[in-house]
């Protein structure tokens, strides 16, 4: 695609549901980025993938968190058993490369009442 | 984990005033970006900085990456109020890419 696609750009969840986002990367890109961003801060680190093998998964927060690129293009990041504190802006970035420049989408703002 | 830390985290001018903002940490990188972050949009890339000591301009930005790759500045002369935004730097260590908490820049007419 043009762009980096994630989806839902809004999702509103109960305390204790799982939910899943969805990212849609550069087509090409090899690595893809997840980042969690609070408002007003800089992206945190969660996990990276290079194709479809996770590299670094050290920034999820804890064994809720996980992320799949099962075949190297679309990523999906799930979180089980929300909590409130979940709540944030996430956002997926792709890159040519692992150091090259990140494409961000617009990102997923998920809500847990 | 490299730790970036940038200053000031908040930065309010008036348009004209030149400005610096600041990306350091205690680790080395193989290099360095700055991103540019408006209200509601994902964060832009302004400039990949990559040797020490390097030195690039992008208009009245100025970047600078430091002799030990540890730290950058960038600097804006004569702001406007197009500058606003939030200002993230982004170290390349290892293999993957950490962002600082990034300033916040507002430029007042």
């Known amino acids: 695609g043009a762009g980096v696609s994630q989806s839902p750009r809004y999702k509103v969840t109960k305390r204790g549901q799982d939910v899943a986002l969805r990212c849609d990367p550069i087509?090409?890109?090899?690595?893809l980025y997840w980042y969690r961003q609070a408002l007003g801060q800089g992206p945190e680190f969660l996990t990276y993938?290079?194709?479809?093998?996770?590299?670094?998964k050290s920034g999820l927060p804890n064994d809720r968190f996980s992320a799949e690129r099962p075949e190297g293009s679309i990523s999906t990041l799930t979180i089980q058993r929300t909590e409130q504190r979940d709540s944030a802006m996430y956002r997926c970035?792709?890159?040519?490369?692992?150091?090259?420049?990140?494409?961000f989408g617009e990102g997923s703002r998920l809500t847990v009442l | 984990t490299q730790l970036l830390e940038q200053s000031p985290q908040f930065l309010s001018i008036q348009e004209g005033e030149n400005l610096t903002v600041y990306c350091n940490s205690s680790s080395v990188f193989s290099s360095l970006q700055w991103y540019r972050q408006e209200p509601g949009e994902g964060p832009v890339l302004l400039v990949t900085?990559?040797?020490?000591?390097e030195v690039k301009k992008l208009k009245r930005l100025t970047f600078q990456f430091g002799d030990a790759r540890k730290d950058s500045s960038l600097h804006i002369t004569a702001a406007q109020p197009g500058d606003t935004g939030l200002y993230l730097c982004?170290?390349?260590?290892?293999?993957?890419?950490?962002f600082g908490a990034g300033t916040r820049l507002t430029v007042k007419p």
């Open positions: 970035a792709s890159s040519r490369s692992n150091t090259g420049e990140l494409f």
């Open positions: 900085v990559v040797t020490g000591g």
């Open positions: 087509s090409g890109h090899v690595s």
């Open positions: 993938f290079n194709y479809e093998a996770q590299q670094d």
């Open positions: 982004a170290g390349v260590g290892g293999d993957d890419m950490r």
